[in-house]
């Protein structure tokens, strides 16, 4: 049996971001908008103390001490998202079939993709804002996850299944991923 101490971490909140806790769920409010994230599955305790986010792992346990830098991470994101925002940049490339983007209620529609008489449909998680400028499709948002995520449905609804992807290479893809707005 080791004797180690149980590791503690804190995040401090910077000016004008505040951290409420109800039940698992972390709350992060800042200037751009308020950001949530359940903690039920992650093996740690935590607690809001003044501007700072506090972390401690349920036992000595190797694998609890290794998931509080992970927490932290999720925090800093979280803090970094209601203060300066993520956007991601989606490129929309065809060759032959000009694709049209429209958003409907919480779904991105791609029309006329590779000639289909369908639309693809992605889905829009959160509360992620999308905008099509020229060939580029816009999301915006304060949550990491839900702007990666609404990001990579876009990309995932227009792969090509059953062809050749180096020859067919219409689609909408990821270039870029910044913080700010």
């Known amino acids: 049996m ?5 590791q503690q971490t804190a ?3 910077p000016d004008g971001v505040n951290a409420s806790l109800q039940g698992r769920t972390l709350s992060v409010k800042g200037k751009l ?43 800093n994101n ?26 409907k209620g919480k779904q991105i529609l791609v029309e006329n993709f590779v ?11 959160g509360d992620t804002k999308e905008s099509v400028e020229g060939d580029d ?5 304060v949550s990491l996850e839900d702007v990666g995520q609404t ?3 876009v990309e995932l609804a ?9 020859v067919f290479l219409d689609g909408l893809y990821i270039y870029h991923k910044e913080e700010g707005s």
């Open 151 to 153: 990001a990579a449905n």
């Open 78 to 103: 979280m803090v970094t998202g209601v203060t300066k925002g993520y956007t991601y940049r989606v490129k929309v490339v065809y060759a032959h079939f000009p694709i049209t983007v429209k958003t």
């Open 33 to 75: 908008g308020e950001a949530k994230k359940r903690f039920d599955k992650i093996n740690v305790n935590i607690a809001v103390e003044g501007n700072r986010v506090i972390f401690t792992p349920f036992s000595k346990k190797k694998k609890d001490n290794v998931i509080i830098n992970t927490v932290s991470s999720i925090v």
């Open 2 to 6: 080791s004797t180690e101490a149980v």
């Open 158 to 166: 227009t792969k090509i299944k059953r062809k050749d992807q180096r």
């Open 137 to 141: 499709v816009i999301v915006k948002g």
């Open 11 to 13: 995040v401090a909140m």
């Open 115 to 125: 000639g289909e008489r369908s639309p693809r449909i992605a889905d829009i998680v």
